[in-house]
């Protein structure tokens, strides 16, 4: 069982704090479409069996129509799709047409994640964004035949108060999502957020998270993941797959994939990618540290069996700080799994590095 993740570069625009390869010409959409076609036919196993597929980015909502069907039939033609497989499309609301509803449910698409960031237009405007508000609730409800929906939030972005974000949550929550991520904005080098100077208040952003995680928590969420919540058990099960080193093929620039033990990253060069010369950087994959960083990030934890068939007893090598986290209330060992007690996740970075 394996999933895959598709790179789709192009974007409406550019946001201000944006780092992933995106915002590409789109005057090479559809040769870029052609190329992830032929390095599709090439790379995937005949036969292989496909329980996920995710096409992120950039925004796939800006393809031209019949792109996304193109490389789903492709991917079809090689692997064994399961009747069952989560198959996510990432979409901005300014991008989601009666024609990409339509396109995206003839292609057997059964999952939405869209990209809202704040409900507040004149933050949206201050980091780039086409979408307002109404365009928005105009997406969601296009979008109304597909059930298994995400929104994307961010916390931390300039200017916005506790009041901005519990709107934003708020709206997320009454448009009855069944998933929400919440990301912490991360200032990149290079980005023209990085430029303008603007730096994050880590104790404000530590207290807007706090915030978030009482307000979803009370309105029927899970937090599953540091950064993922969701009702009804309706969590991603593509990021999910991730977190547990299942194997993934990634295609496009910039993608990254885990098969048979090695960790391969397409380089980001969309010209030679065009031209069928993309570069691959292969390495073994550290199953044990991989595993530690992933695992304890969700709230299922680690499991320490799983982790000695790995090589490592971490409660043995570890026992010293792992016994004063749990002493502190940070860390719950528990049934034969390790993981962050709801509080303690502002400091988990610094408890997987100890870990490490
Ligand atoms: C790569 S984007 C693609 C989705 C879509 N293009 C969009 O922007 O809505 C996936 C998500 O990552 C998050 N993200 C992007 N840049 C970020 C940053 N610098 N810090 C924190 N989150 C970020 C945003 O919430 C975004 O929805
Ligand atoms: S729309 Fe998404 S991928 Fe594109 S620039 Fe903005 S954050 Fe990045």
Redo the contacts with the bound molecule.
Sequence with gaps: MRGIYIHIPF?ARR?S????V?GMPHDKMRLYVDALKREIDDRLVCGDDISTIYL????PSVLYRGAISDILSAVRSKARVRADAEITV?C?PDSVTDDFVAEILSADVNRV???L?TDNDELLKRICRPHDRAGFLRAWELLAPIKNKSI???LGLPAQTKEDLLSSLSLATLSDAPHI?L??????EG?PLYESGFAVDDDFEADLYDMAYEYLISHGYERYEVSNFCKNDMYSRHNSSYWDLTEYYGFGISAHSLLGGKRIANDDNIDKYILGNCDRFVEDSDAASEYIMLALRTAKGIDLDRLRGYGVDLLAEKNRKITEYIRQGFLINEKGFLRLNDHAFYIMNDIICDLM
């Design positions: 974007c946001c704090y944006c780092s992933f995106s992120g980015g950039g925004t990432e901005n994640s869209v990209g960031q994307d939030l961010m991520s990301y912490a904005l991360k200032v990149e980005t």
